[in-house]
């Protein structure tokens, strides 16, 4: 790849303590359809081209990979560690007394990393699924959020800051009660908060609640996840890409529909980590931040384009006596039980 693009031209978000951070990144889950080489050889593709946020996660089974890559790109010169920023994650099933720093460490050997700058709890509950799985699989152990174990996976967390090991912490897949329920206890405050973000699931609650917060909201399927488990897809959802406000967007820019996914949600605030192993769609990808921005007309159409679709609904992690995936979301704006 002899191409590559100006950090300059790549608009930034601040994180809490006034750190600037590309306002977009690299995901790095392969779904059921790309294994671990592929998505680490667009890693490395990805890096040379001028992407510096790879978020990871230690379920994606892909971070020794991962670390092979940053291993090179470092010994290439390519880039040097402090100009990258990566995330992790830790796993459901690593939930319990002192695994979650356990977790950490591991990723950081996979990754080859003496700290990692941001590290997630995947889920805000122990409920466990193997990797793969149908979407009518159960865990009969699978139980409701609760706050008293979600805080000491957190404290956990923010054991990791104190030892140096993560410099940032954050949640992901929260909602505004949940964080009601914790963000007053916790020490450490979350930096950031991942969540699902797209034109058709803009969650404008969710996301105003974390930036009056002081928390970075970061987006998962932003182009409406094409590539999502088959466990993940219903007949009623949106295509993303298909929206009219959408639509319009790419055919007045001459671009295609996804990338306008993405331009909107640079726009609008968020850092959206698209996910991509074709080369040619992760450059355009990381392009379109910087150049030609979409009108206001045109951000003002795509959000009233709202369908509140989620994709990712989660129904693999229900607890028995649940109704149905919408008791993962507090939809009745109170925490499930």
């Not at 990393?113 to 997630?120: A, E, G």
């Not at 993303?240 to 609008?268: E, F, G, M």
């Not at 679709?309 to 939809?331: H, I, N």
């Amino acid at each position: 790849m002899e191409q590559k693009i100006e950090q300059s031209l790549i608009p930034k978000r601040t994180l809490p303590g006034g750190e600037q951070i590309p306002c977009m990144g690299l995901g790095t889950f392969g779904s059921d359809k790309y294994g671990a080489d592929a998505v680490s050889e667009a890693v490395y593709g990805a890096i040379k081209y001028g992407y510096r946020l790879i978020d990871c996660a230690s379920v994606y089974q892909n971070e020794a990979q991962i670390g092979q890559v940053l291993h090179r790109v470092f010994a290439e010169g390519v880039v040097t560690r402090k100009e990258l920023f990566i995330t992790s994650k830790v796993w459901n099933d690593r939930h319990g007394e002192g695994e979650v720093i356990a977790s950490c460490k591991e990723s950081l050997h996979d990754l080859g990393l003496s700290q990692i700058d941001l590290y997630f709890v995947h889920w805000p509950f122990p409920n466990y699924h193997a990797p793969g799985c149908s979407g009518d699989s159960r865990n009969p152990d699978s139980k409701p959020f609760s706050t008293e174990e979600f805080m000491s996976v957190w404290r956990q967390c923010e054991a990791l800051v104190d030892m140096g090991l993560a410099r940032y912490i954050g949640m992901s897949n929260m909602t505004i009660p949940k964080l009601e329920a914790v963000l007053p206890l916790c020490r450490i405050m979350p930096a950031a908060l991942e969540m699902e973000l797209h034109p058709s699931f803009q969650q404008p609650e969710l996301f105003d609640y974390a930036v009056a917060h002081n928390i970075l909201p970061i987006g998962y399927c932003p182009i409406g996840s094409p590539s999502r488990p088959e466990r993940d897809r219903m007949e009623e959802d949106v295509v993303d890409t298909q929206l009219p406000s959408v639509a319009a967007a790419a055919k007045a820019h001459q671009v295609h529909p996804a990338v306008v996914c993405l331009k909107w949600a640079v726009q609008r605030g968020q850092i959206p980590i698209p996910f991509s192993v074709k080369e040619p769609q992760y450059i355009s990808n990381l392009q379109c931040a910087a150049c030609d921005p979409l009108t206001d007309t045109e951000m003002e159409a795509i959000r009233q384009d709202d369908k509140n679709c989620r994709l990712v609904k989660g129904q693999v992690f229900l607890w028995e006596g649940a109704t149905s995936w919408e008791d993962l979301w507090d939809v009745d704006g109170q925490i499930t039980e």
